[in-house]
């Protein structure tokens, strides 16, 4: 079903009572998609469609009219969906009597009522209009009520209006009489009309015999006074009758004077009654004020007083002049309580508006709003200089709970849903979080609760002054809005003023704590005091920096202007700087001190710990460096060089670049690795030698520094080609030594030399210290054995080069031989060969005399299969393969 088809829902009707013809506004979901598209409207039973004014798909304004039913639903039917229903019902007042003693906002015509038989039952004049005037069927017509105001404007069809209209009544209420019911009916009006004008005439005629007789009588009086002779002798007969008539009165006032006293005195007393009664709110209203007062309901004290003043504000009856003036004394004491709690500490910024509010209402003297102002700054900086204070006096650890309890509750005052920074900037922490952290980084912390609890509100506050809103929810236009805003906007500097020193006061009370070099000498005595507390380590100045970064984005979410701001932002900077160097001093003496730790033990993967513990060295560092090089919005980068890599590197060099006498240097293995039976007995040395120590170290700096210190590639290079180059000369030159004087052992000669036999023992001893040299360093890495190898081959060829062209002329036999070895060589460290050894190979060998026989090509062939044969597991070596280092 789409939405447009859904049934109307009444949800809501304001108000929810009322006598007939009141208005109301209803409220509720799909009530029409327009004017057209409402179709019916009830309310208790009564159509209310005439009356209807659409307003929105929720909301609808109408009139209730006088319906049978005290209470009941609303229900709006529309085109699009239909009858609807209701959650809400509407309760119908009846009219009440009303009686000739009681107040009324109408006037009552007395003489309907019966002063002598009933004294407390009035007609209401309402019972007294006939019911049907015409005397004939009514019969209700269709015409619409809006139709009957448009044709007679400013008439009525109620005949008892002045402005009563007979066709709007007959149209109304006679629609489909005929002609003879109408003829019938102004029979009746004239029955009627004769019948009132002849209850006159029979009163008069009734009463001619009294009258007759009273004019009789006045007749004789008069000609008895006329005839009268006794003027000079008694007196005239007028004044005997005055005389009379005297005494009659003085004895009847005698007779009644005290009943008449005790009537003045019942008239007095009922006037005097009277009077209360009608007036009873002004006499009622100041102890009403006082009942109101303390039951805390100020806005009925408000709401009385606005309605006593404007009543006898300006009264010249003396009784009202002395009430009234009893009601301004209540109120000015309502108005110095109200100040009181308004100024009163810790309080939130709902009870701080309502109570502006109601000063504003009471029309208090000066600005309330300023004064609450100006209190909540001082609060604030006092909140702020106290938590430093308990710090210094009694310490973190003697605070207690109780001390931290409270500034948490400072810390809660005020937070709002307008505050959204994610919760606490503090996760849960375990129970012996308060004895393990210095007192220094709670202070900062608790002193950032009491800044993000408070400043928020205050700042909050000061918005709400500015736009007038703490006068008018509505944020409509009044005169006290106007003048708030005049007043904020002359004020502008003062609160300027007051948020810098709030933030000025944080900085300076942080770095009193973390930086008191940072802050004048003057100043030490106030915000220092920190001296003999527990010195802080990089990962705490971490920490602090992560709570006045939260600080600042919480203020900053406030929409407060950045130059107000810029005090936290140059602290941030200095923090960051200040943990920098503590870290990048601690960690450099930690990697200074890793050379004491080196044991040259070395692990599965061919290393030893120095590594792993200078990575966890790193690894530490770059924690506790995350926090001060990330760049915040508004924050400036922080450049620094990676020293800590320069140490290592120096440590490295130092623990590799060792002279030899400071190991224990065994004997030359190439002797025992010249025969394949002895080959199994050289064992695995615990101790390494200096250039084990080179090849490990070399190893490391390839495989770790030049991937984890990219600041630091180049000092990196450089240590890797030092490292190289020297592991190269160490090991290339004594085998690239011993070639000359094997080659001539024995007064060997290459011109007077034997048939070739095989490979000689100089050159079997130069592959085994090669072998052993690849042996070191595929123990240490496997990856690392071709550069190394091709350098010593490099080495090894350039030699053999050197030392064939400088003989001098060979032999046939001293050709086929020295042809031998230079291919034996060749062919075994084929795989490490570089454009250097190859272009050395080959200008050796032509520096040869050729082969021409085939004889001696053959015999060439022979010599190299048995060398290689013999030499098999020792040569394997060198040829490429996966093979792992073996496990140790």
């Known amino acids: 079903m789409s939405p447009a088809r859904l049934p109307p829902l009444v949800t809501g009707i304001s108000p929810k009572e009322g006598p007939a013809w009141t208005k109301v506004t209803i409220r509720g979901e799909n009530l029409g998609t327009g004017p057209a598209d409402l179709i019916g409207l ?7 469609m005439l009356t209807a004014e659409w307003m929105s798909a929720s909301k609808i304004v109408c009139r209730v009219g006088p319906a049978k039913d005290d209470k009941g639903e609303i229900i ?39 002063m002598r038989t009933n004294r407390n039952k009035g007609i209401s004049p309402f019972s007294l209009r006939p019911s049907n005037p015409l005397g004939i069927e009514m019969d209700k017509g269709k015409v619409l ?44 009006l004239k029955k009627q009309a004769t019948k009132k004008n002849e209850g006159s005439l029979a009163y008069v005629k009734g009463g ?24 000079k002798v008694e007196g005239s007969m007028t004044q005997r009758l005055e005389n009379i008539l005297n005494r009659a009165s003085d004895t009847a006032d005698t007779l009644f004077q005290e009943v008449l006293g005790r009537k003045d005195k019942a008239d007095s007393t009922r006037n005097a009654l009277n009077v209360l009664q009608r007036f009873k709110f002004l006499f009622n209203l100041p102890l009403n004020i006082e009942r109101n007062i303390q039951k805390g309901d100020y806005d009925v004290v408000i709401n009385d007083y606005e309605k006593a003043k404007s009543l006898f504000g300006n009264t010249e009856v003396a009784v009202f002049k002395k009430v009234y003036a009893e009601v301004e004394t209540r109120i000015e004491a309502l108005r110095n309580l109200l100040l009181e709690k308004l100024l009163e500490t810790p309080s939130t910024l709902h009870d701080q508006k309502r109570y502006i509010r109601y000063l504003s209402d009471l029309h208090a003297p000066g600005d309330p709003a300023w004064q609450c102002i100006y209190a909540q700054h001082k609060w604030i900086l006092q909140l702020m200089q106290n938590c430093r204070d308990e710090f210094i006096s009694v310490g973190a650890g003697a605070l207690g709970l109780e001390g931290d309890t409270r500034l948490a509750a400072l810390g809660r005052l005020g937070h709002s849903a307008s505050l959204k920074r994610g919760g606490s900037l503090r996760s849960a922490r375990p129970s012996t979080w308060r ?35 703490l006068f008018s929810e509505t944020g409509e236009k009044s005169g006290q809005v106007e003048k708030s805003k005049k007043n904020a906007r002359q004020r502008q500097n003062d609160f300027k003023k007051m948020i810098e020193e709030l933030t000025n006061r944080l900085v300076k009370l942080i770095r009193g704590a973390l930086l008191p070099t940072t802050l004048p000498q003057g100043e030490l005595h106030v915000y ?3 001296e003999d507390k527990t010195e802080l380590t990089g990962a705490w100045f971490t920490q602090i920096i992560h709570t006045v970064r939260g600080c600042h984005e919480a203020l900053s979410t406030l929409e407060i202007p950045n130059d107000l701001l810029q005090v936290i932002q140059d602290l941030l900077l200095d923090l960051r700087v200040h943990c920098l160097m503590v870290t990048l001093l601690h960690t450099s003496e930690d990697v ?45 980068n922080v450049g620094f060089e990676m020293s800590e890599s320069e140490v290592f590197i120096n440590c490295l060099e130092q623990l590799s670049m060792k002279a030899d006498e400071d190991f224990d240097v065994s004997h030359n293995v190439s002797v025992d690795l010249s025969s394949p039976d002895r080959f199994s007995s050289i064992q695995e040395r615990s101790i390494p030698t200096s250039t084990r120590s080179v090849s490990i170290a070399l190893v490391f700096v390839n495989s770790h520094l030049s991937v984890t210190f990219q600041v630091s590639l180049d000092a990196v290079r450089e240590l890797d080609g030092k490292l190289f180059e020297a592991y190269i000369e160490r090991r290339a030159d004594p085998i690239a030594g011993s070639l000359e004087p094997g080659m001539y052992a024995g007064y060997f000669d290459w011109r007077d030399c034997q048939t070739p036999s095989g490979v000689r023992n100089y050159l079997k001893e130069a592959l085994v210290s090669i072998i052993a040299v690849h042996a070191e360093v595929f123990t240490v890495s496997k990856d690392l054995v071709p550069r190394v190898l091709s350098r010593i081959v490099e080495s090894v060829a350039d030699e053999m080069c050197r030392l064939m062209q400088c003989v001098s002329s060979f032999s046939k036999n001293g050709a086929l031989q020295a042809r031998l070895e230079l291919s034996t ?28 026989s085939g004889a001696d090509k053959k015999l060439l062939e022979e010599l190299l299969n048995k060398f290689k044969s013999s030499m098999q597991l020792q040569l394997t070596c060198f040829q490429p393969s996966n093979i792992q280092p073996i496990k140790r």
């Open 145 to 188: 009520q809006k139709d009957l105001e448009q044709v007679f404007p400013g008439m009525s069809g109620d005949f008892t209006s002045e402005n009563f209209s007979a066709s709007w009544y007959l149209i109304e209420n006679h629609a489909g009489s005929g002609f003879e019911q109408l003829k019938i009916a102004a029979n009746n």
């Open 592 to 636: 200074k001190r890793l050379a004491e730790k080196e044991d040259w033990v070395v692990d599965n993967e061919g290393i030893t710990s120095l590594p792993s513990k200078f990575e966890q060295c790193l690894v530490h560092m770059l924690q506790s460096l995350k926090e001060p090089l990330e760049i915040k919005a508004g924050e400036i």
């Open 435 to 469: 004895f393990e952290t210095p007192q220094q980084v709670q202070f900062v912390e608790k002193l950032s609760d009491v800044v993000i609890g408070q400043l928020p509100n205050f700042w909050k506050l000061w918005i709400s002054y500015v736009n007038g809103s």
């Open 825 to 852: 060589l060749r062919d075994a460290v084929a795989a490490y060969l570089n454009p250097d050894s190859n272009a050395s190979f080959k200008q050796a060998l032509d520096s040869l005399p050729q082969l021409h």
């Open 208 to 231: 001619l015999s009294t009258f007759f007789e009273a004019q009789d009588a006045l007749a004789a009086i008069h000609q008895r006074l006329e005839s009268d002779g006794t003027e």
């Open 76 to 114: 709006v039917t529309t085109k699009s969906g239909g009858l609807g229903t209701s959650t809400v019902s509407f309760k119908l007042l009846r009219p009440e009597r009303i009686g000739i003693l009681e107040q009324s906002a109408v006037w009552v015509d007395e003489v309907n009522y019966d």
């Open 42 to 48: 009830s309310i208790c039973g009564h159509n209310c």
């Open 528 to 530: 220092g005091g920190w």
